[in-house]
C-alpha cells in the first residue's frame, strides 16, 4: 500500500522533471533528470588526466512547497562519464510531494582520487 501512495506523486513528479537540469564544476559535470525509479545523474569526469571523487545535492521543489533533498557521489575515472541512481526510498518527502516544479543540481566538488 505504501509502494502505492509513492507511484502517485511520483508520476506527476516525473512529468515535471524530465527536463535536464546541469550543473558544471571545474573538473567535472553533473546532469540529473527524473526518472521512474528515481533521478538518474550523469556525472562526467572533464578531465584528461585522473579520477575524480564528485560529489553533489539536488534540491526538488514541489508545487505545494515541500522541499526534497537528496545527496550523492560517484568515482569518475578520467574522461568518463557514470550513470549514479538516487533511488525514490532516499528521496526523504515525495509522498507529501503534489507535482515538482523544478529540480536543481548544487555543491558540485570534485576532489582528486587517491
Do not use: Y
Request: proline share 4%; aromatic share 4%; with cysteine.
Amino acid at each position: 500500500m505504501k509502494l502505492l501512495r509513492l507511484i502517485v506523486p511520483v508520476a506527476a513528479l516525473m512529468l515535471i522533471l524530465f527536463a535536464l537540469r546541469v550543473h558544471p564544476h571545474a573538473g567535472a559535470q553533473v546532469v540529473c533528470r527524473g526518472t521512474a525509479l528515481g533521478l538518474e545523474c550523469s556525472v562526467t569526469n572533464r578531465r584528461d588526466k585522473g579520477t575524480l571523487n564528485v560529489f553533489w545535492d539536488v534540491r526538488l521543489q514541489c508545487r505545494n512547497g515541500i522541499v526534497i533533498r537528496a545527496s550523492a557521489s560517484q568515482r569518475v575515472p578520467a574522461a568518463n562519464q557514470f550513470v549514479h541512481l538516487i533511488p525514490l526510498a532516499e528521496l526523504k518527502g515525495l509522498d507529501q510531494c503534489d507535482v515538482g516544479r523544478t529540480l536543481l543540481v548544487e555543491n558540485v566538488v570534485a576532489r582528486n582520487s587517491h
